[in-house]
């Protein structure tokens, strides 16, 4: 006879149901070798100088983005105050594809990637979240991975107060369903030393990543999202050079694979980027950048993904207008719905069933973290 208590005890902990903490929108990958304590000011800077240059006042953002005229000004001076005062709310230093293969190097550029995070802890201007993307063991050489994993922590949680708060590691390419047993038991090797349990997010960027994924492959509470790498995911499915985009049909079913196996599990989900700058600083080239962007960012909305990677400052411009724009546009309806159902009063056209009710809480939730 099945033992129903032990049944609901394996439920309960593989579907934790936990009420979702803040989730960045973004993750900002810089190349370690190009990465400095200005880096984040930088991108700010350089997103604020094309908002003036580009998108002067609401109704040229209303343009460009499509959004609202009612809404236009509130976006519009919502993403002023963002770029200037958290242009980045989430940083990794890249060791992996955007920095190359460069071993007699990687050393010193860890010990600078710490020297520069270093001084932003000290200055407050470290990201809420904020870490490395170290090599994937696929490539055949995990000594070096984990050299560089294991220096850079050793050299942050040497800092004045330890390793800082929103620390994560990224774990890139995984093929082999146990590189994840083999970096997470790595990881608990230094939780001694960084002062508290290491967490980590895998990157899925193969078709034979999404074949294992289902919602007990958490490494033990480890894995703390699931980040989508559309460019080699595309490449390794065959797709042409052209089709190589957020928006093509099968990476729809590999981020639909991601949300099926992690659902409830309290595992993070994020897309991935777009490959493209401003072909030239004209406003036409920097606007059609822009609109590309947004209707990217706007596609991972509506399939349940609310963070992505973002690689250039002009990224942060559309990020931030669309994030905000999408939320401002719902905000107050699904707050009434709320206050009717709590009300036990009727809301003309709808009938919201509970699940409905619990969706909506959670959106508005995710809507004051992303707007505050």
């Known amino acids: 006879m099945l033992d129903f208590d032990q049944v609901h005890r394996e439920q309960q902990a593989l579907y934790p149901g936990a009420v979702p903490g803040w989730q960045p929108v973004h993750t900002v990958y810089v190349p370690a070798d190009r990465f400095s304590a200005g880096t984040v000011a930088a991108w700010g800077e350089e997103a604020l100088r094309l908002v003036k240059a580009h998108l002067a006042g609401p109704g040229d953002l209303a343009e460009v983005f499509g959004v609202p005229g009612a809404l236009a000004g509130g976006v519009h001076e919502r993403l002023l105050r963002k770029l200037a005062g958290e242009p ?14 460069r071993p007699e190097d990687e050393d010193g550029h860890v010990d600078r990637a710490v020297e520069a995070l270093a001084a932003m802890h000290e200055a407050g201007t470290l990201p809420r979240r904020w870490g490395l993307r170290v090599k994937s063991f696929a490539d055949g050489d995990p000594e070096r991975s984990t050299r560089t994993l294991d220096r850079f ?46 967490r980590f997010e895998m990157q899925v960027e193969a078709p034979q990543t999404v074949r294992f994924l289902r919602p007990g492959l958490t490494c033990g509470g480890r894995l703390s999202a699931a980040h989508f790498g559309v460019f080699d995911y595309t490449a390794a499915i065959g797709l042409p050079p052209h089709e190589q985009r957020l928006d093509h049909p099968a990476c729809d079913h590999a981020r639909h694979a991601m949300q099926t196996a992690y659902a409830g599990t309290g595992v993070e989900l994020s897309d991935g980027s777009l490959a493209a700058s401003p072909a030239s600083g004209s406003s036409d080239d920097v606007r059609a950048l822009w609109r590309r962007h947004a209707g990217l960012v706007r596609h991972s909305l509506a399939h349940g993904f609310h963070q992505g990677w973002d690689m ?3 990224h942060l411009v559309s990020r931030f207008a669309t994030v905000h724009a999408f939320h401002l546009a719902t905000y107050d309806s699904y707050r009434e719905r709320v206050r009717a159902w709590e009300e036990r009063r009727p809301v003309s056209g709808v009938m919201d069933e509970p699940a409905t009710i619990r969706t909506l809480v959670s959106a508005l939730r995710r809507a004051d973290a992303a707007l505050g």
């Open 88 to 101: 980045v709310e989430d940083l990794r230093v890249d060791f992996e594809d955007g920095y190359g293969g």
């Open 153 to 198: 922590v050793t050299g942050m949680a040497g800092l004045p107060g330890g390793l800082p708060e929103g620390f994560v590691v990224t774990f890139p390419k995984v093929l082999m369903e146990a590189y994840l047993g083999m970096f997470a038991g790595f990881l608990q090797g230094l939780d001694d030393r960084a002062g508290r349990r290491l």
């Open 312 to 314: 250039h400052p002009a």
